[in-house]
């Protein structure tokens, strides 16, 4: 995709190489709560955002996420309302579930959007790709975050990045959208975090890592 777009993978990918305890410990309480939702018939996945997309949080740190699910309710939208009662029930299944392996009901855990799978399918099967902002969203949210349950999705994912036409529209929409999350001050501020938690585990950042950042940064 685009040079923003390869250069903040880059960076997620080298700051994956320090993943705390913590970090590690919260993705297999997410992998265990979509099980357990599988398991009573709801079949879901996540991207996980934030600091544990990036490997680098700590028991303080809250949580961001967005769900890929399949609602037969709303198979004739990209998403599911708030009050829909499927989303309700995954979203608190898994918030019970996480802060029951966690031992810690005060994490907090945002939704911040969900993506109906049925209507990726029926869009995928019917052709209907270009100026679809719901397959959009899928994708960015592929590149972006850190995923639960990878199999779940990644078909449709493939079966897009296949599609020479689709990766030419999205290109820009994907450029603006990220463009404007990096650009925010508590995008910036995270990784002063992020590094003062890499420092106090008594290891020194990489001088490779400081030059990729400022490059980053500088191109946001």
């Known amino acids: 995709m ?11 990918n080298r700051y ?13 309480a997410f992998r265990l709560a979509v099980k357990d939702l599988s398991e009573k018939g709801y079949h879901v996945a996540l991207e996980l955002l934030g600091s544990i997309n990036f490997g680098i949080c700590e028991v303080s740190s809250d949580v ?5 699910h399949s609602c037969e309710l709303h198979k004739q939208e990209g998403s599911c309302p708030e009050d829909c009662p499927n989303y309700i029930f995954e979203i608190k299944e898994i918030e019970k579930s996480i802060h029951r392996r966690l031992q810690s009901k005060d994490l907090k ?29 899928l994708l ?18 493939e079966r897009l990045e ?11 929409w994907a450029t603006e959208a990220l463009g404007g999350y990096l650009r925010t001050n508590q995008h910036r501020l995270s990784f002063n975090k992020y ?3 890499i420092l106090s585990k008594g290891l020194l950042l ?7 950042l400022k490059k980053y940064l500088e191109s946001v």
Not at 16 to 28: G, P, S
């Open 162 to 172: 296949d599609n020479p036409e689709f990766i030419r529209e999205i290109i820009p």
């Open 195 to 197: 590094n003062e938690r």
């Open 2 to 12: 685009d040079n923003l777009i390869e250069k903040y993978l880059t960076l997620k």
């Open 206 to 212: 990489p001088k490779e890592l400081e030059e990729e």
């Open 109 to 137: 855990i945002d939704f911040l959007d969900n993506i109906n799978l049925l209507y990726v399918d029926e869009s995928i099967k019917k052709g209907d790709l270009i100026d679809n902002e719901v397959l959009y969203r």
């Open 64 to 68: 961001d996420c967005i769900l890929l």
């Open 140 to 157: 960015f949210y592929r590149n972006l975050g850190r995923p639960v349950n990878r199999p779940l999705f990644i078909n449709y994912c």
């Open 16 to 28: 994956r190489n320090y993943d705390t305890k913590e970090a590690l410990r919260r993705v297999q």
